[in-house]
């Protein structure tokens, strides 16, 4: 279960740093004309806000949810499996090579 929370914020903060010019994405990628800096996952949450402070809420909430999961994670580490371990890091990397790249 905390494996799973980590792995949703992280993906949802990827998807938000690839939406657009953001407090999670330098606002030079977007104003350059190079668009594939943002990465193939650009465009896919349409419907993020455009508010300051709302997208600076949901990425402190995103915070807390990544930190309490890894806090049930490390809980639970005895009980889980190397292999599902591995497969969740694994996993989060490959979400973050997703997102965009920095010049």
């Not at 190079?34 to 949901?58: F, K, N």
């Not at 580490?77 to 989060?92: E, I, Y």
Request: positive net charge; charged residues 5%; aromatic residues 6%.
């Amino acid at each position: 279960m905390g494996l799973a929370a980590v792995l949703g914020a992280a993906g949802w903060l990827t998807l938000a740093a690839a939406q657009r010019a953001s407090l999670l994405s330098p606002p030079t990628l977007r104003t350059t004309g190079v668009h594939w800096l943002m990465g193939p996952l650009s465009g896919l949450l349409p419907h993020l806000s455009t508010d300051h402070v709302r997208l600076h809420a949901d990425y402190t909430t995103a915070l807390v949810v990544m930190f309490v999961g890894w806090l049930v994670a490390w809980a639970a580490a005895s009980a889980l499996p190397l292999a599902v371990v591995a497969a969740a890091v694994g996993l989060a990397q490959v979400v973050m090579v997703l997102g965009p790249r920095s010049r």
